[in-house]
């Protein structure tokens, strides 16, 4: 793997991102692997010798962005024959062909499961001179590349990979495979090193987190690995998303509470507010499930934000099915959510079924949903106004006195200090007292 250039031809990289974080930590994943093997990244796609667009899939909007993307970029393979152009991420492995006949200038097409084979497949494509496919490759170990990560306060780390669900909208599944998870050993020593390397919280992701451990001979679930994280000194804060209403365990509520060092903050997505909907898409719950959950959750964190995502407009949805939705969000009073319009995806079940609201239709329910979510927030926001939030400064700007960093529950802090030079350091923790927010966030004087 430590494979390095011979310094004459400078390997030049360039990697751009779309998709969630799950795909943010994979572009770091390749960042770090061709660093080691001599790649200089470059933010200017015409001096790299290696592009790599890292694609995401989840709605129709994610395929055009990428597409257009790549529309720009095969220009820079125009006379340059020894520029590598290649697809990685969602998309790659959902449209591996499709991509190849429709711009033949890109040279890889890979998902995400061959994003640790990055160096021998490039390797290949230049000895070789000709396109590859993911899938002309095995399938590399679940080892932990050595990712390149920007430098900071806070870390991605991948603890799960893949989706055994089903959920019928959905098309993750079938690009990132069944569940796999890494042994806690392997991603406490991740850990350990990321502290030592000056982070100071890492955010573990996995498409199911609860899933964490299972049908991987791991034997330990995913409170296990928090109470393990929780001994890593040095280490100030862990977060993690995404859970799953029905994989959410009370061991898991537990760990939360119990450990200091896990943050008060969950994100569980609920979907739809209507048992109607919720079994169309096969998310495996009731409302009633989903309502325990949350407060069984509660019982154990009283101050726990909770934070979900939203689909509207999806297959046979009534007003009524709507409202229920509607109602759903004011009883649970979310500290944030994401709302997304169902994006038919080829290749789920759902694809083949009628019944869609018209286009108009879903679109004002996404607006009336945003406008209720939106004063909801703003009201949670308003009422930490006056009380002192704990702060992990990530960003410190020296000419305007400001921080800014996050909160326990996740709320994004602006801080401002009496002097100058009372500013803090990335970092650190410090208190802040609440005196002004948005919906976007919070604001006030560092105590
Ligand atoms: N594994 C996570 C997140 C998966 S994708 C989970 O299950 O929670 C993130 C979000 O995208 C989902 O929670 C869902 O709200 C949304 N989503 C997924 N497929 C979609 C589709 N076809 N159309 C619209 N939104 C979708
Ligand atoms: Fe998709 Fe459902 Fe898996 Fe989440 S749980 S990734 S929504 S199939
Ligand atoms: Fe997109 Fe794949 Fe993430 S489809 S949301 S990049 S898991």
């Known amino acids: 793997m430590e494979k390095s250039l011979p310094k004459s031809v400078e390997q030049t990289c360039h990697i751009r991102t779309f998709g969630c974080q799950m795909n943010v930590h994979d572009s770091e994943r390749m960042a770090g692997l061709l660093s080691s093997a001599g790649y200089r990244l470059v933010d200017d796609p015409a001096v790299a010798s290696l ?39 969602c998309m790659a492995e959902r449209e591996q062909e499709r991509l190849h006949r429709l711009m033949p200038e890109i040279d ?41 990560r920007p430098a900071g306060v806070t870390a991605l780390v991948t603890v799960q ?15 990132r495979g069944p569940e796999r998870s890494r042994p ?64 959410l365990d009370d061991a898991t509520i537990e760990a939360m509470a119990r450990c200091r060092k896990v943050m008060p903050h969950l994100h569980l997505p609920v979907q739809s ?14 409302l009633a499930q989903y309502r325990e959950r949350i407060a069984r959750l509660r019982e154990a964190l009283p101050e726990v934000s ?14 009524e099915d709507f409202s229920l939705t509607l109602e759903a969000v004011s009883e649970f009073r979310f500290d944030g959510a994401f709302c997304f319009i169902y994006s038919p995806r080829p290749g789920t079940p759902a694809y083949e079924w009628t019944g869609l609201p018209d286009r108009p239709v879903a679109l004002d329910r996404f607006r ?6 939106s004063s909801i927030v703003l009201e949670k926001n308003r009422s930490r106004i006056g009380k002192t939030e704990e702060v992990l400064v990530e960003r410190v700007d020296s000419e305007s006195g400001h921080f800014s960093g996050r909160s326990p529950g996740f709320r994004s802090v602006r801080g401002r200090v009496e002097e100058r030079d009372l500013l803090p350091d990335p970092g650190q923790v410090v208190k802040v007292r609440i005196d002004d927010c948005t919906k976007a966030g919070l604001a006030g004087l560092m105590e």
């Open 51 to 89: 592009i790599v667009v890292n694609t995401c899939t989840v709605r129709d909007k994610a395929d055009q962005k990428a597409l257009s993307d790549l529309g720009r970029l095969r220009l820079f393979k125009k006379g340059e024959g020894e520029r590598i152009l290649a697809v990685t991420g």
């Open 368 to 373: 009336r949903l945003e406008n209720m979510l």
């Open 273 to 286: 507010g209507s048992d109607r909907m919720l079994s169309l898409m096969e998310r495996g719950y009731t």
């Open 161 to 175: 990979e893949g989706c055994d669900k089903a959920c019928s909208y959905c098309v993750v599944p079938r690009t």
């Open 184 to 247: 806690v050993d392997s991603i406490v020593s991740e850990v350990r090193g990321l502290v030592t390397e000056g982070f100071r919280e890492v955010t573990l992701l996995g498409q199911n987190v609860n899933g964490y451990g299972k049908g991987s001979g791991i034997g330990e679930g995913f409170a296990a690995l928090l109470y393990a994280l929780e001994e890593v000194s040095g280490l100030v804060r862990i977060r993690f998303t995404t859970s799953h209403p029905s994989d």
């Open 108 to 148: 890889l097409v890979a998902g995400p499961a061959q994003v640790r084979n990055i160096l021998p497949m490039v390797e290949r494509i230049r000895s070789e001179k000709k396109h590859l496919l993911g899938r002309d490759f095995d399938l590399p170990e679940m080892t932990t590349p050595p990712a390149l």
């Open 306 to 319: 909770l934070t979900t995502d939203l689909i509207v407009g999806f297959c046979h949805e009534s007003e």
